[in-house]
């Protein structure tokens, strides 16, 4: 047997005001794609062939632009027109929070699937694994066999998840039979800040989710959370239940009302996880913390959910600070692209002048600072990414216990090889700012205290202040229901 396989994410902020363009998606051909799914070994071992197409990962950014998915979902067609007299199957990871500028219904990931259904017909069967942070519809329950979507967020069960749904696929490449998705959308639309899965009310969300997939009637289900970030009709949480067979999908349907009946009954109780208050707060708490390293997280400027990671609001109100009560900060990163470049070939030691700031709005206007060369690097993204996605300087500010990591692109620093790679010990701070919203694992373990700064900009953590014209309504908590 064979099977096609492939990938495409892109969480597509709507308020971030670059789009997400063709270079700015890391593309995997071959056979990176198969170790992108994590999935190598099952098909290996099931005697199956697997045909990549494309793993385009544009991670969090703004709308992407019609070129590059246009030519994206080219890499998905032609694979299968090329193959379509070979292939007994499809597995994707397709995130679910895509937003495509000048496409009809706007979702990515709805095109694809469609598209290639016009090609296969009705019952070539197509597996998919989700981001729970990806919106769904009627129509893509439909266009598929099975959609699963990792339980945790931070996402640390997501090679599980992909490997789950492979087995679930090679048994049903090998028994095969019509089943299809149950959806349920529920009228809940709240960020991932607010729907941590080691907090309620997702651990009981997915204590009943384990409960249901463990009845052999049900091959799996799953809770979506959604996508927040753009204005679409599909946007809101859903649930997905699989039935094992055809004359399962009763009870499916009814198992997926016990789930969305359970969640909406749980709609008050969505919150911040954590420590989360206004900045001035945020800060001073942090500042006045006596055990260290702390952690704050810029959840305004969020580079995993979009965020332009530019902002100096906190790089403000450090430099504003009277006393950091001797705490070595650093910032981790503060993104400005023509500054970092600039900076690219200066030598340890060297004083500069900076203007730091990529000056599109007020947020993220530039800030004069004066300092050291400390480290010069390169930056990679989390999950233990090795792939160099740009350069950056840290500069010691004059006079004070401050280092600036100044980056190339947008980064989130969560890991420690991370500021490895830029040229940094991670243990040699007390006060570490990073553009997050929910805490990633590793600062979470380190951090004695850590706290969400809620600040303004593109990933703004209340959704009641987001503006929606086309998703369905009424939607909590944008509405009182």
Known sequence: MKVLIGGFVAESNARVKKPCALQDFMMKTGDDVVDALYVRDLFEEAGIEVIPTIYADGRAGGRVTREAFDFILEQFLNGVREHIDEIDGMFFFLHGASNVLGLEGGSGEHTIIREIRKLVGPYLPIAMVMDPHGNLSQEQADNCQIIRTFRHSPHTDRPDCHRLVAKLFIDLLNNRRDIHPVYRKVPILVGGERSVSLDEPMVSINKLLDEIEADPRILCCSYHIGYVRHDNAKCGASVIVVPQTENDRAYAEEKADQIAAFAWSKRREFHFTGNALEPEDAFQQAVDYPQSPVVITDSGDNCTAGGPGCNTTILKQCLAAKDLHGKRVVFACIADAETAL????????????????????????????????????????????????????????????????????????????????????????????????????????LAKFSVMSLTDGATNQRTEKIQYRTILRPMYPIDEI
């Open 342 to 445: 600039a900076l690219k070939d200066k030598q340890p030691g060297t004083h500069v002048s900076v203007e730091l700031g990529a000056n599109l709005d007020e947020l993220s206007a530039k800030v004069h600072l004066e300092g050291t060369v400390k480290a010069t690097g390169e930056l990679h993204h989390h999950y233990g990414e090795t792939l160099s996605v740009g350069t950056c300087t840290t500069i010691t500010l004059d006079g004070t216990t401050i280092d600036v990591i100044i980056a190339e692109k947008a980064v989130s620093f969560a890991e420690d090889q991370q500021y490895t790679a830029a040229g940094l010990n991670l243990f040699d701070y007390d006060l570490i700012i990073v553009k997050q919203g929910y805490i990633y694992p590793r600062l979470k373990e």
